[in-house]
């Protein structure tokens, strides 16, 4: 029963939706994949936001249009961009009881990209969640030093690598 206890504390509730786009994925499976991300995020290093957090996570799937507008009010940059995070914990104070933040995705970039860096549309789109929900959990490559920068990147493939094995398992 304890384990029971344990193993419902450390489950993570995921909500998806998809506004203006179809991405084409199961968005079951989406909630299934992030919920495993972040539970694999989170045993990699002592994440005080993830603590503090609900365990509660947003991911919005959208077009172009709608990203390039949250970007140009939130990041003051008026262009699109792939995948942005918003995180609920980040910052001085202490904030117990509230969701640990949102990613936001734009479908349409990704399937260009996907083209673009030839891969599936699946693995680009497994490729944003992934690197949105460790910018939720306090990891940066941008405003970081050059060691931090690759340690977030070593672990996003990390993370990748374990997703192409769900999927295989899954398919098989």
């Known amino acids: 029963m ?16 998809s506004v203006g786009v179809r991405s084409g994925e199961k968005l079951s499976a989406l909630k299934k994949k992030a919920a495993a991300v972040l539970s694999k995020i989170e045993r ?13 996570v947003s991911i919005l799937l959208t077009n172009d249009r709608n990203i390039r507008r949250l970007n140009k009010s939130y990041r ?15 910052g001085s104070r ?7 933040g949102d990613v936001v995705i734009s479908v349409e970039t990704a399937k ?5 860096f030839g891969c599936t549309f699946k693995q680009e789109l497994n490729r944003l969640l992934v690197h ?3 910018h939720l959990c306090g990891y940066d490559h941008e405003k970081v030093s ?22 295989r398992e899954t398919a098989s």
């Open 94 to 100: 202490e904030r117990q009881g509230l969701p640990l």
């Open 2 to 17: 304890a384990a029971e206890i344990k193993k419902l504390q450390r489950s993570w509730r995921v909500s998806l939706r």
């Open 146 to 167: 050059a060691s931090k920068a690759r340690r977030m990147r070593s672990l996003e493939r990390r993370l990748l690598k374990g997703l192409v094995a769900n999927d």
């Open 44 to 56: 990699e290093r002592d994440c005080r936001w993830v603590q503090n957090s609900t365990r509660e």
């Open 76 to 90: 003051g940059k008026d262009k699109v961009t792939d995948v942005l995070s918003f995180s609920l914990q980040e």
């Open 112 to 116: 260009r990209q996907s083209r673009e």
């Open 132 to 134: 949105g929900l460790l």
